[in-house]
């Protein structure tokens, strides 16, 4: 794995992590006769309290799910709310919900009145993000007193097939599963939905194409040399390394790296990985996120986000340039960028889109 490069550090942005467990009320004589909500649909994707029936039973999702029919088995990640009947209801609603404050936090499931008069619904948790703008939220959400229309089941703003997905990586791990991504890229609602189609899809494709670079094909999740492992620790910054000196190796498909990379990634995404760096390692969504951080906030040793590069057309070499063009552009190791555009072209043939120019730095 290529070392990497010292980061600029990112201004805390505050997104909340979601994730929290939806609590449930035991059955009793008032509620063992609920009627069944929604049947369960396998390609289907249900965040965190969002319900469905499946075999006589009404379930709810602690946190994001797609294809993992409701037991109390496999993940965990489905909550058994008991037996139901007398048919399929949707869940009462009124339309006293609170108007949308900005910079508020809601969490996933929220609804606000926006100052259009219109509510709309939280798809996932959030720091008070415009209704309107966000692609965070289903709009406009119906509601009229006797009862609410259910949001259609997946946005589908990712522009990459989970088929599609497991064939640009057919040697990847479990831990980096395709539900992991599109959980992840939630966190950043610019990621591969500003611009045209073609823009849209040469982002994922150039975004994928660096990870499976960095990760060897999404198979390494921590830096092969561990003789690297304490050198990312310094010293000079106030928060120091409290995890430990070794602590801030590579992890993860862009191998976030250094103490102060750990603690700006943290503060943007919400959860604090300078005292806890191996959730990169053990939670595939916190792994991607850390990624997506990258390529949407941070310059490195280029001129632009990554992000900024493919949207503005500057192409696929000065995304290299941003992640490690120190090392690898400008001549320092030309097999490294042959490598990253080989997977880019591979990845611009499979979602059927023209690469670009300006693929080499």
Known sequence: MPR????????????AVAGAAVAILPMTASNAAEACTTAYSGSAVYTSGQRAS???RNWTAKWWTQGETPSTAGTGVWADNGACGGGTTNPPATCNHP?????????????VRYTNGQYYRATNENPGYDPVISTWYWSPYTCTGGGTTNPP??????????????QMFPNRIAFYSYAGLIDAVKKYPAFTTTG??????????????????????LVYVEEINQANWPLYCDRSQPYGCPAGQSAYHGRGPIQLSWN??????GDALGIDLLNNPDRVKNESSI????????????????????????????????????INGSLECNGGNPAQVQSRVDAYHRFTGILGVSPGGNLYC
């Open 196 to 217: 045209s189609d073609t823009v849209k899809k040469q982002e994922a494709a150039a975004f994928l194409a660096n990870i499976n670079h960095e990760s060897g094909g």
């Open 287 to 322: 792994a991607y996120q850390t990624a997506v951080w990258y390529w949407m906030t941070q310059r490195g040793p280029g001129t632009m986000t990554p992000h900024d590069a493919i949207v503005n057309g500057r192409g696929f070499g000065e995304t290299i340039r941003s």
């Open 54 to 56: 499946h075999s006589g």
């Open 4 to 15: 990497k490069r010292m980061l600029s550090i990112l201004a805390t942005i505050g997104v």
């Open 260 to 265: 102060f990379n750990y603690k700006a990634a």
């Open 153 to 166: 089941t997946n946005p589908g703003s990712f522009p990459v097939t989970e088929a599609q997905f497991n």
């Open 99 to 111: 108007n949308w404050v900005a910079g508020q936090f809601y969490p996933a499931g929220s609804i």
